[in-house]
């Protein structure tokens, strides 16, 4: 059997019970960590006094922003190979639609936000190099050969881009996090639990249970 749907069976096997298998678990958590050190850091060197650390933290803050994007792709790329776990919370009306439109918005933004970022880091004279995850060299995107004054526009509206970004992001990670909480200790479905990091039952381990002390 190919390699691929060997891959496909084995992570449907996860979704078809409702979970997510765990490259989708791993994508989630990976993704979410890097949001969050993203939201910090942004927050923080645009704080900075210039000088010092600043240049560093935006050159970790552009790289890893980058990885998103790609994670992303990844992540699509995915998504149409092994379909999402239908959960609890995917029952006919609202949540449903909220849902779907939480997770619309989340790799919108997961786009704009590092498009305008390349784009701020593109129209910044003299452009420095970019390395996805601190690896793979990326070019800058094609604004040098502009006058300096469009540069400047450039850097304004992907600035305001990158912003609005952010505050969308900022509003929708507790909207996502309470609707998760909400799910798992009010209406005590499978929803969260469908994508953490599977627990395994040791079938090995002995069962306490039925131990009785030898008498002699
Ligand atoms: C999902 C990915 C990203 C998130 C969540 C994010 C988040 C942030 C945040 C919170 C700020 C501070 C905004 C402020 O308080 O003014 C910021 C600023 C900035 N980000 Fe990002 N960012 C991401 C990706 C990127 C990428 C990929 C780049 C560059 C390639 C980048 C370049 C910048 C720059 C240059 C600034 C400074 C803007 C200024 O000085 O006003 N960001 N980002
Ligand atoms: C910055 C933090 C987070 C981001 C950006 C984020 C993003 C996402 C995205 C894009 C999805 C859609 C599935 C996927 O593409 O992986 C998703 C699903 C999910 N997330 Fe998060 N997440 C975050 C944190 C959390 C936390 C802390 C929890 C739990 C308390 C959580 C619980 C869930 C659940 C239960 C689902 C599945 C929903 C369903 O099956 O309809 N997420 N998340």
């Known amino acids: 059997m190919r390699l691929h749907r060997l891959i496909r069976r084995w992570a449907v096997s996860y979704t078809e019970g ?9 994508f989630h958590w990976i993704m979410a960590g890097l949001v969050l050190f993203q939201l910090g850091s942004g927050w923080m060197m645009s704080r900075y006094p210039v000088g ?10 552009s790289e890893l922003g980058l990885s998103i994007l790609f994670l992303a792709l990844l992540r699509f790329g995915w998504r149409l190979f092994v379909p999402d776990p239908v959960s609890d919370a995917d029952g006919p009306g609202w949540q449903k639609r909220a849902a779907h439109l939480t997770q619309i918005s989340f790799y919108g933004l997961f786009a704009l936000l590092p498009l ?8 910044i ?29 450039v850097l304004d509206w992907a600035e305001n881009v990158h912003v609005l970004g952010v505050i969308g992001l900022a509003l929708l990670v507790p909207v996502h996090i309470i609707a ?25 381990a002995p069962d306490h249970t039925q131990y009785t002390p030898r008498a002699d």
């Open 116 to 123: 305008s970022g390349w784009a701020m880091w593109s129209a």
């Open 52 to 61: 010092g650390n600043k240049l560093a933290t935006y050159e970790l803050h």
């Open 18 to 26: 409702g979970k997510y298998s765990p490259i989708g678990v791993w």
């Open 180 to 204: 998760a909480l909400k799910h798992h200790f009010w209406d005590r479905d499978n929803t969260v639990r469908g994508i953490l990091p599977e627990i395994r039952d040791d079938e090995a």
């Open 125 to 153: 004279q003299p452009v420095q190099p970019l390395r996805l995850g601190g690896l793979v060299a990326i070019p800058p995107m094609p604004f040098h050969s502009l006058r300096s004054s469009w540069q400047f526009q």
